[in-house]
T-cell receptor
């Protein structure tokens, strides 16, 4: 069965600290995609990154970086020099193809990140 | 532009009311989704439309009735809801050309059923 685990329910850091959000997934598929979304208090889910199972290169986008390791089934997300605006719930998700060129997102339970000024 | 819009932003309704939620995208996407999200929980898939046809219904009660009148518009008709249906309802869309495309979400409608 497909499953995503985000063991950290809540994390609190002080501004400018680095923080890593953990994501562990389970799947029997050889081809799969992983996503990270950010959900600020306003409610909208904001897409951050999409990574396929064949690309294990780490990715960096500004203060954000992602570490994908198939050997440990992990796709961790690091925010460098955190800012108050980073405060949100972050969801890791695994994509399951369901036909008709559509997919079903299997979400983790989310990690609430609170960045204190 | 990756914008999905949803109206209304907030909705309060009684258990005997009939209301509709609206979702719109102008990105040329051909797959659209409805999700329900309870407080402090991840979103749960309700319905999937592919090329204006319902392809997935995740065993959603019939008091929720989706409709896709055209490729840009997705509605969710609500009737005889229960207080436990109070939640954030999120719409999303994806291109509809491949199996693992990114879903782009709208801001959601916060529904309160009294």
């Amino acid at each position: 069965a497909q499953k995503v685990t985000q063991a950290q329910t809540e994390i609190s850091v002080v501004e400018k600290e680095d923080v890593t959000l953990d994501c562990v997934y389970e799947t029997r598929d050889t081809t799969y995609y992983l996503f990270w979304y950010k959900q600020p208090p306003s409610g909208e889910l904001v897409f951050l990154i999409r990574r396929n199972s064949f690309d294990e290169q780490n990715e960096i986008s500004g203060r954000y970086s992602w570490n994908f390791q198939k050997s440990t089934s992990s796709f961790n997300f690091t925010i460098t020099a955190s800012q108050v605006v980073d405060s949100a719930v972050y969801f890791c998700a695994l994509s399951e193809a369901v036909g008709g060129a559509t997919n079903k997102l299997i979400f983790g339970t989310g990690t609430l990140l609170a960045v204190q000024p | 532009d990756t914008e999905v819009t949803q109206t209304p932003k907030h909705l309060v309704m009684g258990m005997t009311n009939k209301k509709s939620l609206k979702c719109e995208q102008h990105m040329g996407h051909r797959a659209m989704y409805w999700y329900k999200q309870k407080a402090k929980k991840p979103p749960e898939l309700m319905f999937v439309y592919s090329y204006e046809k319902l392809s997935i219904n995740e065993s959603v009660p019939s008091r929720f009735s989706p409709e896709c009148p055209n490729s840009s518009l997705l509605n969710l008709h609500l009737h005889a809801l229960q207080p436990e249906d109070s939640a954030l309802y999120l719409c999303a869309s994806s291109q509809g050309r491949g199996d693992w495309e990114t879903q782009y979400f709208g801001p959601g409608t916060r529904l309160l059923v009294l």
